[in-house]
């Protein structure tokens, strides 16, 4: 991802660091104000030159972002009071139905989302400061679909975590699982999402306006955020918008599936064994 240029020297070593913690299969502990990080572009300076290496290392490009913390609900999760971003990669992008399994990661977690798939490239009409509008970001959207993200928080104590620890580590993204987009679609504010279990249980439930009002508002947000570093979104990425419903961490085996009016629905199964 590209961000703002900053004085953060230290910013190769923690990334080196961080990939060894991942490579080792070691528990998220906070570890900003001990690595030196001290803003929020330090610890996006952080996580670009650790996704640039998990990037050369899997020889694999930039699918689009992530976008995490935009409802009331996963902000109280977390103690964290405003977005945060990170990136997906094309080799963690999923079909519906694909297979997961808990133990290839350190404690997985799903989150239940709308995506959106970019079009054109979307950045700022004017770099003077007016923002983005609503309308030029719908404008840039060519398709919406239902969706899961991937995450792994790697067995983090929710109540120790600060967030310029989680940005630096990508904001935990392992991956996503998508839908099939739909060229039209309706109000994304007065959607509703359930969440179901195999058995056809309801296990949560969401409305899209739990996400900042509007999920297409977490676009605007993220268009804002790359600019202000002097990047922008391209025609082809995809969007996660953020999770309707908190996370859930399935820890047996089981299909769930979530399903979003006038959008259709996406499933993952769950492989635990």
């Not at 990939?19 to 929020?40: N, V, Y």
């Not at 290392?57 to 977005?83: E, F, H, N, W």
């Not at 999770?243 to 085996?253: A, H, I, N, Q």
Request: hydrophobic share 40%; with cysteine; charged share 20%.
């Amino acid at each position: 991802m590209e961000t703002e240029q900053t004085d953060f020297p230290a910013a190769q070593d923690v990334a080196e660091w961080l990939t060894k913690q991942h490579a080792d299969s070691r528990r998220f502990e906070p570890f900003a104000a001990a690595r030196g990080i001290r803003t929020m572009p330090d610890a996006y300076r952080v996580q670009d030159r650790f996704n640039a290496l998990r990037s050369a290392s899997r020889a694999v490009s930039r699918a689009g972002y992530k976008i995490g913390l935009t409802s009331t609900a996963m902000q109280a999760m977390c103690g964290i009071d405003t977005p945060v971003a990170g990136v997906v990669f094309a080799d963690r992008v999923h079909a519906s139905g694909a297979v997961l399994k808990p133990s290839a990661y350190g404690r997985f977690g799903i989150e239940f989302e709308i995506a959106v798939r970019i079009g054109r490239d979307l950045a700022p009409s004017d770099r003077s400061g007016q923002p983005v509008t609503l309308a030029e970001v719908v404008a840039a959207i060519d398709g919406v679909a239902p969706a899961i993200e991937i995450v792994d928080d790697r067995g983090c104590d929710y109540k120790t975590l600060d967030m310029l620890s989680l940005v630096a580590d990508n904001a935990w993204n392992a991956g996503i699982v998508v839908g099939t987009f739909q060229s039209s679609w309706p109000d994304l504010a007065s959607v509703e999402g359930s969440v179901t279990t195999e058995d056809g249980s309801v296990l949560d439930t969401g409305r899209g306006a739990d996400v900042l009002g509007n999920p297409l508002l977490s676009v605007v947000w993220l268009v804002e955020h790359l600019a202000a570093s002097g990047g922008s979104l391209r025609s082809g990425d995809i969007v996660m918008t953020g999770s309707m419903v908190t996370t859930k961490f399935p820890s047996t085996s089981g299909r769930f599936r979530f399903e979003v009016s006038g959008l259709g629905s996406v499933e993952v199964q769950v492989d635990a064994r």
